[in-house]
């Protein structure tokens, strides 16, 4: 089991699965779940190493530094702090 936290509040989900559900009801807010729009672009503060790798959409989006797509990740395991 993984957890996904943000500054106050923290959720699980299962390892290997998308996080945008979790991250939802944490507070991201989501336009068009394919990695296009930029809406859901965060920053993780924490546990970068526990997501997955960029996407084509995030790269083809320029997404640097600790900047993510959410629509995009799956947590591997382990933690990861959200700046939402
Ligand atoms: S919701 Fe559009 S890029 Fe993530």
């Known amino acids: 089991m993984a ?3 943000s500054n106050d509040a923290e959720m699980e989900v299962q390892d290997g699965e ?3 559900d979790v ?5 991201v807010c989501f336009g068009c779940q394919a990695g296009n729009c930029g809406a ?6 924490d546990g ?4 997955s790798e ?3 959409q995030e790269k083809m989006f320029g997404v640097e530094g600790k900047e993510r797509l959410i629509c ?3 947590i591997k395991s ?3 702090t959200l700046d939402i």
């Open 3 to 5: 957890i996904v936290k």
């Open 18 to 20: 998308p996080i945008i």
């Open 23 to 27: 991250c939802e009801e944490l507070g």
């Open 40 to 45: 859901c672009l965060t920053n993780v503060t």
């Open 48 to 51: 970068m190493e526990n997501l």
């Open 54 to 56: 960029y996407s084509e």
């Open 72 to 74: 995009q990740c799956i």
């Open 78 to 80: 382990g933690e990861v």
